[in-house]
């Protein structure tokens, strides 16, 4: 491990055997409230008298109202819980929160809020809306309490600046989830051309040329897409191959315990330079920097692109057959590593929170505790065995066939069940519970690509109230002035003679002083 920083070692066992799973028979235990309702410490019903608690969260386009989805109308029986749910549409999230917190008219529970760490320093550290979740851990949440404990690194990572938890993470454990986005290829068209999987960057540069002079499609058209990168914050991912890391959730390598952002390093330069000549022959996708989703969805789905990059194959699984893994490609100074890489913690860290008018914080805890649990998060991400799945031959859960072939979808068809469309939910995640989105295509894809991803994995540090200040001011600035400089790059409005300046306007605007509030949150 390196000195002086947390780093997270690789998670190539399957973890759900170490998850304490909900008891069966229940335990009453008076909770110290100011309610007559007791809290059991274990088991189900959770509370001794019917409980209601109000929630707040942010609901996915997929996901059908909360309070007609099946997995909570089975929650409320077991537990003895309703929740009154009032959630909100994705469109206009964060204004949404703004006026909540500005109201004060707050509910009981977070959940699905999508909090980032500055929105969890400033309302829990700041203005004290949130309670600390941590004095809960053990006596309410020894399923978290108990993951954390195993991974010191996890906790730090979402405690914030005053020492307390303000928020509980999603947390995925999986081999699939290890990693953010897959590199795929088609198959079907190497196969059309007589072509070699490429290994190298300069390979598969020669690949994409072969994709849009050649037909591989072969409709006598050149509507082929060689390179099918999704949005300008995607363009990143492909790094490695020039030895660009992408630590702490950022554009960060970490070198003998020094936290440096490569945005001004020649390798970074380089790597933009391949991508301009990419842009310039027609071989990226022309649109990529536009964020037209329903487009590149629709090139997706009509099997367009030769190449792309997505977490899994859930959105393609119309044409999953005609694709393949690709491993990560070796660069011209000899780098093969795959940079898009999670360190446990999936989505934001607050997926689940306690406002200060939180009737009774104590029930609310071991109710979503649950959920990290190996029982709980099959429950959550499947349902009801025998009623929304089975268990195969592997045990393995698998979907009941009226769900996976819905009309209206998959995900439509999910989102009835759970909230698992759109993901960032307070549960764990493990290789067994990671198949909801992770087809055996994706799974085999990932274990290609494992060996790739950087031995070490280093986890943003918690900022304090002042460094989250600055951190704030600088990044504002300093993330669309980058994604910009970075597309006018490679669509060419820019020509690689602005580079000095570029360099010079990213010191003015704080890059140097970023590095620093990295360095010292890590070192502290």
């Not at 999987?197 to 994409?208: A, G, N």
């Not at 002079?213 to 072969?218: A, E, L, R, S, V």
């Amino acid at each position: 491990m390196r000195k002086r920083l947390f780093a997270v070692t690789i998670l190539l066992v399957g973890m759900g055997l170490l998850f304490a799973g909900g008891a069966k028979e229940s335990t009453a235990v008076p909770a110290k409230t100011s309610l007559t309702t007791i809290v059991h410490a274990s088991g189900f019903p959770i509370v001794s008298e019917p409980l209601t608690l109000t929630v707040f969260g942010i609901r996915d386009q997929n996901q059908s109202p909360w309070k007609d989805m099946l997995v909570f109308q089975e929650y409320e029986k077991k537990t003895g819980i309703h929740m009154e749910f009032k959630e909100t549409p994705d469109q206009g999230r964060d204004e949404k929160k703004s006026l909540l917190f500005a109201s004060n008219e707050l509910p009981d529970v977070f959940l699905r809020p999508q909090m980032t760490p500055a929105e969890l320093e400033k309302y829990g550290v700041q203005s004290h809306q949130l309670i600390p979740l941590d004095p809960y851990l053990e006596r309410y949440a020894p399923n978290l309490n108990k993951l954390l404990n195993e991974h010191p690194e996890i906790k730090k990572a979402i405690t914030s600046s005053d020492g307390h938890i303000y928020g509980f993470p999603q947390l995925d454990f999986s081999a699939t989830g290890s990693m953010g986005f897959k590199q795929w290829i088609n198959k079907d068209w190497l196969a059309k051309l007589g072509l070699k999987t490429p290994t190298t960057v300069d390979e598969f540069t020669d690949v994409l040329r072969a994709f849009k002079t050649q037909d591989p499609n072969g409709n006598g058209e050149m509507d082929e897409i060689p390179l099918g990168i999704r949005e300008s914050s995607s363009i990143y991912v492909l790094g490695g191959a020039f030895g660009l890391e992408k630590q702490m959730d950022n554009t960060i390598n970490v070198v003998n315990g020094k936290v440096h952002f490569w945005l001004k390093d020649d390798r970074f330069k380089e790597y933009l330079q391949w991508l301009h000549q990419l842009y310039a022959e027609g071989l990226l996708w022309k649109d990529y920097y536009k964020r037209d989703l329903p487009k590149w969805r629709a090139n997706l789905s009509t099997a367009k692109f030769g190449a792309f990059y997505m977490p899994y194959s859930d959105v393609f699984m119309n044409v999953e057959d005609q694709f393949d893994g690709l491993v990560p490609l070796k660069g011209p100074h000899g780098d093969q590593l795959w940079v898009d890489v999670n360190s446990g913690i999936n989505g934001s860290r607050g997926s689940f929170a306690l406002s200060n008018t939180c009737k009774n914080p104590e029930a609310a805890i071991r109710w979503v505790d649950y959920f990290y649990s190996e029982e709980g998060s099959l429950f959550f991400r499947y349902g009801i065995e025998g009623v929304t799945y089975t268990l195969d031959a592997d045990g393995e859960p698998q979907f009941k066939s009226e769900i996976l072939n819905d009309p209206k979808g998959f995900m439509t068809a999910l989102g009835k069940i759970n909230l698992v469309p759109g993901g960032d939910n307070p549960t764990t995640i493990t290789d067994k519970t990671d198949g909801v989105v992770a087809s055996k295509l994706t799974k085999k894809v990932a274990a290609m690509m494992l060996p790739y991803v950087p031995k070490e994995r280093y986890l943003a540090p918690s900022f304090t109230q002042d460094e989250m200040d600055e951190f704030i001011a600088i990044t504002q600035d300093l993330y669309t002035y980058r994604d910009q400089s970075v597309t006018k790059f490679i669509i060419g409005e820019w020509g690689f003679d602005k580079w000095d300046e570029y360099c010079k306007t990213l010191d003015q605007i704080g890059l140097p002083r970023l590095e620093q509030i990295y360095q010292e949150a890590s070192e502290r």
